[in-house]
């Protein structure tokens, strides 16, 4: 009886003591497992943080990406305006020597006409003098013709020079009093036979009224 009341005590002690232990084991793992928990909790705060961290730099990538494209874009865009406006410099400075040559040479023209023209009335005076003497012994028909052929070539010479001086086109009509003054002390010449002279219009050779009393053609 008494053994058994021993053995029974033993068995309660080491109850106990396996009890204690198992608690003491389960104190330890629960303290373990607050421990891993919050160790996971960190790791997935981190990840967290981490995945943030990245998706935010990923977006800022993209958007200098996309501002880079947008820039390089404007750029390409940009060069190519320059090219047209170098392109269209090029022509308009070649389209401004084309009209400075133009008007180079419009001007010498201008200036050759001009020199011809008062050469021609130079000519024409002279010839006006001469005609004048010569008409005053002028007794024959060819006398009095050539006479009248020189008095038509001063009358065309003085519709050339009214008609450039006062920018006049081809077919502008012309009376006496627009080209007396390019004569010898502001006289008209006269057909030595008496014919009447038709001045004609710029362009048109002036005619006498006698037969055969006609400039060249």
Request: proline share 5%.
């Amino acid at each position: 009886m008494k053994l058994k009341i021993v053995l029974l005590g033993l068995c309660a002690v080491g109850l106990g003591v396996g009890l204690g232990g198992l608690y003491m084991s389960n104190t330890k793992m629960a303290t373990e497992l607050e421990q891993l928990r919050a160790q996971n909790l960190e790791l997935q705060n981190a990840q967290n943080a981490t995945e943030e961290s990245a998706g935010g730099k990923l977006q800022k990538a993209n958007e200098e990406l996309a501002r880079l494209r947008k820039d390089n874009e404007e750029l390409l865009r940009l060069r190519n305006d320059v090219r047209q406006l170098r392109d269209e410099n090029q022509q308009l400075n070649k389209q401004v020597q084309s009209a400075q040559s133009q008007a180079q040479n419009a001007q010498a023209q201008i200036q050759t006409a001009q020199a011809q023209a008062k050469a021609q009335v130079e000519a024409m005076r002279t010839n006006q003098i001469l005609a004048t003497r010569f008409a005053v012994n002028a007794g024959t028909p060819e006398q009095q013709a050539n006479v009248c052929i020189n008095n038509l070539r001063q009358i065309d010479g003085a519709k050339q020079q009214w008609a450039l001086e006062n920018n006049r086109p081809a077919n502008a009509p012309v009376m006496p009093a627009d080209i007396v003054r390019y004569f010898p002390n502001n006289a008209f010449p006269a057909c030595p036979a008496g014919g009447a002279y038709t001045l004609n219009v710029v362009g048109a050779p002036p005619v006498c009224s006698i037969p055969g009393h006609a400039l060249p053609r």
